[in-house]
């Protein structure tokens, strides 16, 4: 069978079909991208090149930039290209120009994508380049993401934790903390304030305030895969989580702290109650992530008191039209351009071009 490139788009059968073939998460799936879509995120789209034995597939999302130009970005997550038989160089680039032919006709100006720590993808794009050698495209390692190995007993899962969290998640118990799975959301509108207000405490950029459409958009489209873990003391929610388990992965997705109980620890007891499930939900790796903005920070090293693994996490960025990324970046402040891409989506800049 001769390679073929395929145009999909998430209401199409087989993209979901593409997927099922090659190692893939539920970042990847149509219905998360199409969520993504009716929230006005971008336009989703996934990019097949190959055949049924060797493919492969990239999804991602096209947003305007104004009525001239536009760029693809990732859903949020951790997504990029995956597939079949992708060992070879060769093919792995007449994929690339096949993809890259696809955006020069309609005049993309950047793609970004974040890679899944992992599937450990960025790999596939490590000889890709964008439209000329400088700028061009790059892979940047952000910093280190951690998991937890679901495939031990409990038991030994959690001997790989700090005595700190050990003792604080028995302490918390012990004051009458409980934890479950709630399989009705009962607590939806519960676990939004509180994830609001941990947001706020950490200054959390404008993109990662989710407002209930979104959660329950989130769960139409991924029945069955996306879950609500809390934690609760004298029947309030303490903390608690949206997580995911699909295809063996976990997913920390989305989780709220109340800050009343803060002197109890509670979120430890989420991330230890929510492993338990994960593993009754079949997932034999618990993704915990990285810390802010793939940074090892505060939240990084607090992630790793629950395990050593630990994962590259890395972001890919291509100027695909150099000049018009350049015409369009002219307004951006010197300072966030070479750190912020693309940089005409600064705040400075996005209403010089609108």
């Known amino acids: 069978m001769s390679e073929q490139l395929h145009i999909l788009r998430p209401d199409n059968p087989e993209w979901d079909i593409w997927l099922r073939r090659a190692p893939h998460d539920v970042y990847h799936l149509a219905a998360y991208h199409a969520h993504a879509q009716s929230l006005g995120e971008g336009e989703a789209e996934m990019l097949v090149y190959g055949t049924p034995d060797r493919f492969t597939a990239w999804p991602y999302l096209a947003r305007e930039i104004n009525a001239a130009h536009s760029d693809l970005t990732s859903a949020y997550g951790y997504t990029g290209p995956v597939g079949l038989g992708l060992e070879d160089a060769g093919f792995r680039l007449n994929a690339w120009n096949e993809f890259r032919n696809v955006w020069d006709d309609r005049q993309l100006v950047t793609l970004f994508s974040r890679f899944h720590p992992l599937l ?117 929610v303490a903390a608690a989580m949206v997580f995911t388990v699909y295809n063996g992965i976990a997913q920390a997705h989305l989780a709220g702290v109340n800050a009343n109980y803060k002197h109890l620890s509670p979120f430890k007891v989420v991330i230890d109650g929510v492993a338990d499930l994960a593993k009754d939900l079949g997932a034999n790796r618990y993704h915990i992530g990285a810390g802010r903005g793939g940074r090892e920070d505060s939240l990084f090293r607090f992630k790793s008191l629950f395990a050593k693994a630990e994962h590259h996490f890395s972001v890919g960025r291509w100027i695909l039209d150099a ?32």
Not at 168 to 197: P, S, V
């Open 120 to 236: 450990e993808n960025a790999h596939l794009c490590k000889d890709f380049e964008g439209a000329v050698p400088t700028p061009g495209g790059e892979i940047i390692h952000l910093g280190r993401t951690v998991s937890i190995n679901l495939e031990n007993d409990r038991e030994t899962r959690q001997s790989a934790y700090r005595r700190v969290v050990k003792q604080q998640i028995r302490r918390a118990k012990l004051h009458g903390m409980t934890f479950e799975l709630d399989r009705d959301w009962r607590h939806l509108d519960r676990f939004i304030e509180l994830y609001t207000a941990t947001m706020m405490r950490n200054n959390a950029e404008g993109r990662y305030f989710f407002r209930r459409p979104y959660f329950r958009g989130l769960r139409q489209a991924l029945k069955g895969f996306v879950h609500l873990g809390v934690a609760q003391l004298d029947g309030d």
């Open 323 to 354: 000049e018009a990324y350049a015409a369009l970046s002219k307004s951006a402040p010197q300072d966030c351009a070479s750190v912020f891409f693309p940089a005409y989506r600064t705040e400075a800049a996005k209403s010089a071009v609108a």
